[in-house]
T-cell receptor, first 111, second 112 residues
């Protein structure tokens, strides 16, 4: 059974701090990794994708991938109250292009 | 990224009836996916819909209950048949573009 695990939270950080979200996956053959943000009552929104080991930065967001340790993380710098949402980790194992989803981590950024 | 619309955005239906949800994309895409999301839960894939072939259903989902059409590269429908209160959920379509999945706004279904 291929699995993606996330800490459900809630993760609470003060405004301006760095929020660190983590995700582990079980299938060592996984090839593509995605972070989605989902506001309450809205659909998931893709914020980062990463395919190779290392860091990928996009504005205040940095995705980090370590295939040897089978984890992917998302760092949010200078966290804002508008970042308060559930963050979903999704992994593509390469079979049928389906994504395996984590249960999500709830993030609360406190003003 | 693709722009995706879904209709209806929400509906309240009586048990035993059926509802068809439409998903329209502003560009041609090969792969479309239908998901269900229960309140406070993560996403559950119902089926993958490729144009020109039968939809591929995930374990626990069957064609008689969730028939899917994919008549062209920009459109798909999901029907929820013979509904029961357990079918109350948010239904989401997504499309794959450049190996990334993008979601429509969702359809909130309540079955009474």
């Amino acid at each position: 059974q291929k699995e993606v695990e996330q800490n459900s939270g809630p993760l609470s950080v003060p405004e301006g701090a760095i929020a660190s979200l983590n995700c582990t996956y079980s299938d060592r053959g996984s090839q593509s990794f995605f972070w989605y943000r989902q506001y309450s009552g809205k659909s998931p929104e893709l914020i980062m994708s990463i395919y190779s080991n290392g860091d990928k930065e996009d504005g205040r967001f940095t995705a980090q991938l370590n295939k040897a340790s089978q984890y992917v993380s998302l760092l949010i710098r200078d966290s804002q109250p508008s970042d308060s949402a559930t963050y979903l980790c999704a992994v593509n194992t390469g079979n049928n292009r389906k994504l395996i989803w984590g249960l999500g981590t709830s993030l609360a950024v406190n003003p | 990224s693709a722009v995706i619309s879904q209709k209806p955005s929400r509906d309240i239906c009586q048990r035993g009836t059926s509802l068809t949800i439409q998903c329209q994309v502003d560009s041609q895409v090969t792969m479309m996916f239908w998901y269900r999301q229960q309140p406070g839960q993560s996403l559950t894939l119902i089926a993958t819909a490729n144009q020109g072939s039968e939809a591929t259903y995930e374990s626990g989902f069957v064609i008689d209950k969730f028939p899917i059409s994919r008549p062209n590269l920009t459109f798909s429908t999901l029907t929820v048949s013979n509904m029961s209160p357990e079918d109350s959920s948010i239904y989401l379509c997504s499309v794959e573009s450049a190996y990334e999945q993008y979601f429509g706004p969702g359809t909130r279904l309540t079955v009474t």
